[in-house]
């Protein structure tokens, strides 16, 4: 491809300020490879605390799920309905349609809800629970024609029909044809075969348009064109008239809705109970929906995978949204089928905020499947993980999301349905697969892994590798089981694969920002960035890791560090401004990092304590260290401190359906 850009041009667009604030990760990371994480989920928080109850407390039964549906239907704005102690089984699908309405169970230890069969669809799927408005792609589009600006707040759409104040949009724009922009080895957006491991996909998105940034509407002015103003500012620094921006919009959407405090079955859901026939079976589906939320919910699913199609079988599955927070769940299973399930899934969503949950006997726990932007993935645990990959973004189109205090056993952006950019991870415990995985492929996953064309990547303050079987530091373009860092290479051997197999790229650790983090070969941190640093020589080989030479979004060498003349700290978060009101008392904050001491995880020297949603698990579960065995009894209540409690349910109901 050839780009008619100058370079005078280039450089002021490098040079403009994204944010008109100071941000967290200020002094760490270029404001052209990082965005504002502090509006990721529910737009002022989940609010539901003091809601008031719709009607009187539902008591368990078995039959359809008309009875809850109805009570649901019935519920003004801003109220829930209550769900009694006991277990409701249920042949039919719960819905919720409508905004500003939240299903409340007594807690995850009290009210169970068992699923053995759904009803049809309306949300592009079937789920045991779901969120949505009925769309079925009924969405409007419009040509994005000015404001392409990373930073810029105002943009022009041609059309405006369908479009009001408050609606979320999907900015999108073409494929790159060729690598990359703006010069060759820079950003490339692809999502075909010539670039994946097996092909990519449409995901949510429409096909040929894999790059997605998501945004609220806040003002529109004009009379053709319009000016629509947006809430947060433009992400991405490559959008550009030549690759035909477009705007598209849901007219129909939902918001406000919870579900909370509740244990879900859906076991014994399978393809057979579809009376659509339709492939994508879900525990908890929220789609089409905005600030709208899944806490303190136990979802487990221990049938065998194998009785299910390979699309969509996913326990929290989230799908054309915007600002969703699921925070405080236990999700359990599958485990046998490593590359048809992801445990929580988001396809073509932005602004998620997932957050302090526990996955376990999961097979890929947090995966992304599509576009996505402005995500923060944050102290979650996952425990028993049967695959080869732990975390990370498996589509196209997804940049600039923040993965931070994680205890997975890796973060990996693949190539295996298309190319990422601008990821960020932030003092996150990535031990790595110390065995090859007992379900699929031969290979270990190393403790971090970016595969080609995942460029621009930010690796900052993370606790890497366990003692066995990691020895040496990285393998770029290259596989080494034993390396701490897996640079610029994929797999030869993936199932479905098509050209992008084995592929190899020197760029990806050509634009790689690495600072501050303690791996377990070095067994020190790395403060590589330049002569002045401590262990420049010894222990960073007199190269920096730091790319403040290259020509398109470089990285200054951080103002924060151990420079020899004395530490200076790096923030605690990247997207908390202070300690969170779920943070239990007593645990250090922040748990893992260079300039933490005394940590309580082994072969971490100290740099490593385990995050509230692992103590939840290892001490109030009393799971196995090893993630071994069945589900097991959960109440968020137990595990974490809340800053308000829900108002108690009113008069209890007893019901015949």
């Not at 490559?238 to 007219?251: I, L």
Request: proline share 6%.
């Amino acid at each position: 491809m050839t780009h008619k850009h100058s370079l005078s041009f280039f450089l002021i667009l490098l040079c403009l300020p994204s944010y008109g604030h100071a941000q967290l990760w200020s002094g760490i990371l270029a404001s052209s490879r990082a965005t504002d994480w502090t509006t990721a989920g529910v737009k002022g928080g989940i609010p539901s605390a003091s809601w008031t109850q719709c009607g009187s407390t539902i008591a368990p039964y078995t039959g359809t799920a008309a009875t809850i549906n109805n009570a649901i239907a019935a519920c003004g704005a801003n109220q829930y309905v209550q769900l009694g102690a006991g277990t409701f089984t249920l042949t039919s699908s719960i819905f919720i349609q409508k905004s500003n309405v939240v299903l409340r169970g007594m807690g995850a230890d009290q009210t169970f809800i068992v699923q053995s069969q759904s009803s049809a669809g309306s949300c592009g799927g079937d789920g045991a629970i779901e969120a949505c408005i009925y769309n079925t792609w009924n969405v409007l589009s419009a040509n994005w024609t000015a404001g392409y600006s990373q930073g810029t707040t105002q943009i022009t759409l041609d059309s405006i029909s369908g479009l009001t104040t408050g609606q979320f949009i999907l900015l999108t724009q073409l494929d790159d044809a060729s690598d990359g922009w703006p010069s060759t080895g820079d950003i490339y957006v692809c999502s075909v075969s010539a670039c994946s491991q097996s092909g990519g996909g449409q995901n949510g998105n429409p096909y040929g348009r894999a790059q997605g940034e998501w945004h609220e509407v806040t003002a529109i002015s004009g009379s053709g064109p319009y000016t629509v103003t947006l809430t947060t500012p433009i992400r991405a620094p490559n959008w550009r008239s030549g690759q035909r921006p477009a705007a598209t919009f849901y007219p129909s959407q939902i918001s406000g809705v919870g579900i909370e405090n509740l244990s879900l079955d859906w076991t014994g859901m399978t393809t057979s109970d579809l009376s659509v026939g339709n492939t994508f079976i879900h525990g908890i589906l929220l789609a089409w929906a905005k600030d709208s939320w899944v806490k303190g919910v136990r979802v487990i699913n221990t049938a065998s995978t194998s009785s299910y199609s390979c699309s969509g079988v996913d326990p929290i599955f989230i799908s054309n949204s915007f600002r969703i927070t699921i925070q405080d769940n236990y999700v359990y299973g599958p485990y046998d089928n490593p590359v048809c399930v992801e445990q929580i899934t988001e396809r073509s969503s932005g602004d998620l905020l997932i957050q302090n949950n526990i996955i376990h006997r999961g097979n890929q726990p947090i995966n992304s499947q599509g576009p996505e932007s402005g995500s923060v993935i944050a102290y979650n645990y996952a425990v028993g993980s049967t695959a080869e990959s732990g975390i990370g973004m498996h589509a196209a189109g997804e940049f600039m999301n923040l993965w931070e205090g994680n205890e997975f056993q890796n973060l990996e952006y693949d190539n295996v349905h298309g190319t990422h950019f601008m990821q960020t991870a932030f003092r996150n415990f990535l031990p790595g697969q110390t065995a090859p995985p007992s379900l699929f492929g031969t290979y270990y996953s190393m403790p971090l892994g970016d595969q080609p064309f995942a460029r621009f990547s930010n690796v900052v303050g993370n606790v890497t590798g366990s003692a066995s079987p990691f020895v040496d530091y990285e393998a770029n373009m290259t596989y080494d089981g034993s390396a701490v860092y897996e640079l610029g290479w994929s797999e030869s051997t993936a199932p479905g694969g098509g050209p992008g197999q084995g592929l190899t790229d020197s760029n990806v650790k050509r634009t790689l920002m690495r600072w501050g983090n303690w791996d377990t070969v070095s067994n020190t941190v790395r403060w590589c960035g330049n002569s002045s640093d401590t262990g420049w020589s010894t222990t960073c080989g007199s190269a920096s890791e730091v790319p403040s030479g290259i020509a398109n979004f470089p990285n200054p060498v951080p103002t924060l560090g151990d420079t020899g003349a004395g530490y200076s700290a790096m923030p605690p978060s990247f997207y908390l401004s202070s300690k969170p009101s779920w943070w239990p008392s007593g645990k250090p904050w922040p748990p893992i990092g260079p300039d933490v001491t005394g940590g309580n995880i082994a072969n971490t020297a100290g740099h490593a304590y385990t995050n509230p949603a692992a103590d939840c698990y290892l001490n109030v579960m009393h799971g196995p260290v090893d993630g071994s065995g069945g589900p097991l009894s959960f109440n968020a209540l137990t595990c974490y401190p809340q800053s308000s409690g829900p108002a108690p349910p009113s008069a209890l109901q007893a019901v015949a359906d």
